[in-house]
């Protein structure tokens, strides 16, 4: 079975900084996607970012990049220039590259506030 | 426009019914899931589906029921087993590249209280 571990429960960052978010995870599987979720005070879940983990080359999106290491099942988060809209909950999640019956197991999420 | 709808936004149950919350996609994703969220706990996976007429259990999918008879709609049902289910839930679908899943899209949530 899959785990994602995050281990940072609440995290702050002033506006116009950078901050790191961690997620370890646990697989046998060789082949998998990995996530980055944000969930705002409105509860909707919106993707960040995706890594396949047959891509050596760090995902980026923006002001939003990963910090991938396969070896280590290490898969951090850095914001970089925080801003307000940045405050919610990021949640970390794994899902396998199965082509039947893939489940999508989340981590138990980091509460990030941007302050000024 | 294309999107993932759960309803009701807010529901209220009594002890010992059974209720049933609606997901349903204009997004032709072949996979959708179900999870249930907690404070403290994160997602929890409750049913999955990746095909019509075909569904698994989840982590936590105990006084649960789903069924998937359409592409479209994946109906959950929590039952009067379920031991506390007040909870935010919320559905999810997925799509397909070259045959393998990729992110799930999350429709709005359904805010379930147990009166």
């Known amino acids: 079975a899959q785990t994602v571990t995050q281990s940072q429960p609440e995290m702050s960052v002033q506006e116009a900084e950078t901050v790191t978010l961690s997620c370890t995870y646990d697989?046998?599987?060789?082949?998998?996607?990995l996530f980055w979720y944000k969930q705002p005070p409105s509860r909707q879940m919106i993707l960040v970012i995706r890594?396949?983990?047959?891509?050596?080359q760090n995902a980026t999106e923006n002001r939003f990049s990963v910090n991938f290491q396969k070896a280590a099942k290490s898969f951090s988060l850095k914001i970089s220039d925080s801003q307000l809209g940045d405050t919610a909950m990021y949640f970390c999640?794994?899902?396998?590259?199965?082509?039947?019956?893939?489940?999508?197991?989340f981590g138990t999420g980091t509460r990030l506030q941007v302050t000024l | 426009d294309g999107g993932i709808t759960q309803s009701p936004k807010y529901l209220f149950r009594k002890e010992g019914q059974n209720v049933t919350l609606s997901c349903e996609q204009n997004?032709?994703?072949?996979?959708m899931y179900w999870y249930r969220q907690d404070p403290g706990q994160g997602l929890r996976l409750i049913y999955y589906?990746?095909?019509?007429?075909?569904?698994q259990k989840g982590d936590i999918a105990e006084g649960y029921s789903v069924s998937r008879e359409k592409k479209e709609s994946f109906p959950l049902t929590v039952t009067s087993a379920q031991k506390n289910p007040t909870a935010f839930y919320l559905c999810?679908?997925?799509?397909?590249?070259?045959?393998?899943?990729?992110?799930?899209?999350f429709g709005q949530g359904t805010r379930l209280t147990v009166v």
């Open positions: 999810a679908s997925g799509r397909r590249n070259r045959g393998s899943p990729t992110e799930a899209f």
């Open positions: 697989t046998s599987e060789n082949n998998y996607y």
């Open positions: 890594q396949e983990a047959y891509k050596q």
């Open positions: 999640a794994f899902m396998r590259f199965s082509g039947t019956a893939s489940k999508l197991t």
């Open positions: 997004l032709n994703h072949d996979a």
């Open positions: 589906s990746q095909i019509v007429n075909d569904f």
